[in-house]
């Protein structure tokens, strides 16, 4: 019987709202004088051509792209050649655009530490389109929460920044902005996985507890997790989920309208290929158990043998992978996952 598990994504709530609202309230000014200008700075986002930010001893750094009819694409600096996810991303440029101030505490200070400058919150850098810098440090929060000390480099005002844009913007380091397909899972909280081929399911293992020892599951499946009789080896089970939970993407072949578009022939991402899905069960602090599902689909090595496509996450994004890893997994398929004698 055809059997294929729909992709269950949860997603976080995003602060895209917030950015958005940050900027209809406070939209970046025009060019000018810069004697003119409200505090800080005001960009054109099509201007910011990179952007560092580093908070909490961690560091992101995003590129531009830009694109034949005059639009944009954010990358990733590492992982190279890796979008950001749209959705998360949008508002980001206006908010740097132009973070303006709540008040001027000082026109100058001498003593950093006392603001925070010394351990900043969150620090911003950014490379303009004449190769420019602009840099920013939010310093520690103001007694009441509501907004952070802030510092522009090149101007010696010590100045109120609302707390939500540092709290966006710290986001982008924290919770970074990848696409939906680009996964990774920690090994200890799967739970299952299934095979398939020509749709059909060719084998599934699975466990009910973290600590509960792996089975290899009845065909057809039944149960979610699914339920088995066999007996799987364990650290087998372990050596294959740590392969798949480490995807080496590469960069993204084609971006589809659509997941039945983006399974073409073309690509070996057809309804044949080899497909698998892992279930992902976290427990939240308030006990309830968040279940996810990663799937994968491996397509067609690239014409130079060097690279695989492939789909992850239900996604219309080809993408590829380094051939290596892709043909590692594939050979997990007819991979003994018996005990060994």
């Known amino acids: 019987m055809s059997l294929r598990i729909s992709l269950v994504l949860i997603i976080l709530v995003s602060y895209v709202g917030i950015a958005t609202a940050w900027f209809i309230k406070n939209p970046p000014f025009a060019s000018g004088d810069e004697d003119d200008l409200p505090f800080f700075y005001t960009l054109s986002p099509d201007d910011i051509r990179k952007i560092t930010v580093k908070s909490a001893g961690r560091s992101e750094t995003f590129t531009a792209t830009f694109t034949e009819d005059g639009g944009s694409v954010w990358y990733f600096e590492e992982p190279a050649d890796i979008p950001v996810n749209f959705d998360r991303w949008g508002g980001i440029t206006f908010l740097l655009g132009g973070p303006k101030t709540q008040r001027v505490i000082a026109e100058s200070f001498d003593d950093p530490v006392r603001y925070g400058f010394d351990k900043p919150t969150v620090e911003i850098s950014l490379t303009l389109r004449d190769g420019s810098q602009r840099a920013l440090k939010l310093g520690s929060a103001t007694p009441d929460g509501a907004a952070h000390y802030a510092q522009m480099q090149g101007f010696p005002q010590l100045v109120l920044v609302d707390q939500t844009w540092g709290e966006v913007l710290a986001r982008l380091v924290n919770e970074p902005p990848l696409p939906l397909w680009y996964y990774t899972f920690d090994v200890a909280k799967a739970y299952e996985v299934v095979f398939y081929v020509d749709n059909d399911v060719v084998r599934a293992v699975s466990r009910a507890e973290e600590d509960s020892p792996w089975v290899l599951c009845d065909l057809p499946i039944v149960g979610n997790p699914c ?38 022939p073309d690509y070996g991402l057809d309804l044949a290929a080899p497909y698998l899905t892992i279930r992902i ?13 990663t799937s994968l689909t491996l397509g067609k090595l690239t014409p130079d043998g060097n690279e695989m496509y492939v789909l992850a996450n239900e996604q ?20 003994d996952l018996t005990p060994r004698s």
């Open 227 to 264: 339920n088995g009789t066999g007996t799987a080896d364990a650290a087998r089970i372990n050596e294959v989920l740590e392969v798949i939970a480490h995807p080496q993407f590469t960069r993204v072949e084609k971006v589809a309208r659509t997941i039945e578009e983006a399974k073409h």
């Open 281 to 293: 069960e976290n427990v939240r602090p308030n006990g309830v158990t968040e279940v996810t599902l």
């Open 316 to 335: 219309p994004t080809v993408a590829r992978v380094q051939a290596g890893w892709g043909t590692r997994v594939k050979s997990i398929f007819d991979e």
